[in-house]
């Protein structure tokens, strides 16, 4: 599984909109691949953040 899988599946199973200090915690990857994972899932748009630094996954 790829980082911006893992951080995907993260995302989903916290259930709320999480920072990247929470995907941290909970994938235990490091904080510069998390912030890589999460840049490419904004780029694709498959992220949103519905309030500043937290995301969750759309739909």
């Not at 941290?24 to 519905?50: C, F, H, W």
């Amino acid at each position: 599984m790829s980082d911006v899988d893992t951080v995907l599946e993260a995302m989903r199973k916290a259930g709320e909109p999480v920072n990247a200090g929470k995907v941290v915690e909970l994938t235990g990857l490091d904080r510069k691949l998390v912030d890589k994972a999460m840049n490419e899932l904004k780029k694709t748009e498959q992220i949103e953040s519905p309030k500043r630094c937290y995301w969750q996954p759309k739909g």
